[in-house]
């Protein structure tokens, strides 16, 4: 398989990831949706911090917003800063096992959370729910089966 196939695989697991944010799902259950397409990133950005990085995140974060249709540029902002901080910081996280790598998902996952509110709610009307961080929980509960599900995919298809 050629090199620049391989990397089709990453922007196919984030394009899954973007539609598993849209998904209709019951009211109750769209609660607890993790945030697959920050989830996504957060373990590319560990794997390969030179492939994917701040643009493959403004990127999927603006295609996020025209499909959840949030205002523009609110979750591309948000999600460039996490992967930011993820890649600078990627060597020390990857030394982390997949239990405390968990806990440094849930922390980039409230901290973007909390940035999309303050950002929503400074240019709209929104008031702040605790339900809104059910996601966090429920992003980190998954994050150890995604990781050893991405990691089998990089693995098996040599993506380097």
Not at 60 to 79: I, K, R, S
Not at 133 to 150: E, K
Request: with cysteine; charged share 10%.
């Amino acid at each position: 398989m050629d090199k620049s196939y391989r990397l089709y695989l990453v922007y196919a697991s984030l394009i899954v990831a973007l539609v598993l944010a849209v998904v209709p799902l019951h009211s109750i259950v769209k609660l607890f949706r993790p945030d697959w397409p920050l989830l996504v990133l957060l373990y590319w950005a560990l794997a390969l911090p030179k492939r994917v990085s701040i643009g493959t995140a403004f990127i999927t974060g603006f295609v996020l917003d025209v499909l959840v249709g949030t205002v523009l540029g609110v979750n591309a902002l948000a999600y460039s800063v996490i992967i930011y901080f993820c890649s600078s910081h990627h060597l020390k996280i990857r030394n982390f096992s997949v239990l405390q790598q968990s806990l440094v998902v849930a922390l980039f996952l409230a901290f973007n959370h909390l940035l999309v509110f303050w950002l929503s709610h400074f240019l709209t009307d929104v008031t702040f729910n605790p339900a809104y961080l059910w996601p966090v929980l429920t992003g980190a509960f998954i994050w150890p089966w995604l990781f050893w599900l991405l990691r089998r995919i990089r693995r098996q298809f040599k993506i380097h």
